[in-house]
C-alpha cells in the first residue's frame, strides 16, 4: 500500500456565488435548511449528521466531549436530536445544559454550527418522532444502556434479544421512560462557506433568547 501522504490532503473550494449577509435576512434556519436539502440530494450519507459537544466536569476541570447524533427536526426554535437521557451526553447536559453542534459538508465547502443552551423536548414532540422509528431501533433503545461499559457482543445481542422476547406482542413499543429529543436553541449560528485561496466566507449571527438576531457579523477565515 502506499504510504498515506496526509499533509497533501487538501481540497480548493469555490463554485457557487459568493455568501452574503444578504443569504441570512429571514434568519440561519432556511440556509441550513437550504444546505440541507443540498446535502441530502448530493447523495452525501448521513446529511443531518451533526458533531454534538458538551462539557464534562470532571475531577481534573471541566472537559469538552464530543460525538456525532442526527439532527432530525430543524425549526427557528433550534435542531433537535434524539438519545438517552442518561447517557454521558445526558449526564453532561443535565450538569451544564449548553451544547455546540457542528454540520460538515466538506463536498459542498459548507460547514454551519451553532451554539446555545439545550432543553428536553416536550413529551409529545418525542413521542411522534419515536412513532416513526422503524421496530428494530426502537428495540435497541430499550436494549441499550447507552454509554455504559459492556462485557462483550455476544451480551449486547443478548440484550437485545431480551427486548425483542418482552416486546414481543406488543405492536406499539413505547418509549423509554429515559430516552427523549433534546432541543438545542441558538444564540449564536455562524456559516462557513469554503472559498479559493483558503479565503473562505464566515458569517456569525448572535440570537436573542427569543431566536431574534441581534448581531449579523463577517468573520476572517
Ligand atoms: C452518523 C452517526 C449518527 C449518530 N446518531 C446518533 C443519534 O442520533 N443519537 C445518539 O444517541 N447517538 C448517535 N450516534 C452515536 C453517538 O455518536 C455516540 O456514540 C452515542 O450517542 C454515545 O455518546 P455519549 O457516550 O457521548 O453519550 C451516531 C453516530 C454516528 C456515527
Redesign the pocket.
Known sequence: MRELDIAAMRAEYGGEPDMSESWLTDGWEPLLRRWLAEAATSGIA?PN?MVLA?VDRTDDGPRP?S????C?DLSSAGVI????YD????R?LADIPYASATFVWPALAHQVHLRGPVHAADDDVTAAYWRSRPRNSRLGAWASE??RPIGSRAELDRLLSEAAARFEDVDDIPVPPRWGGYLLRPEMVEFWQGRRSRLHNRIRMRLDDSGATVAVERLQP
Open positions: 448521513e449528521a458538551t466531549v460525538r456525532t447524533v442526527l432530525k436530536f434524539y438519545t438517552h447517557s454521558a451526553k445526558g453532561q447507552q454509554s
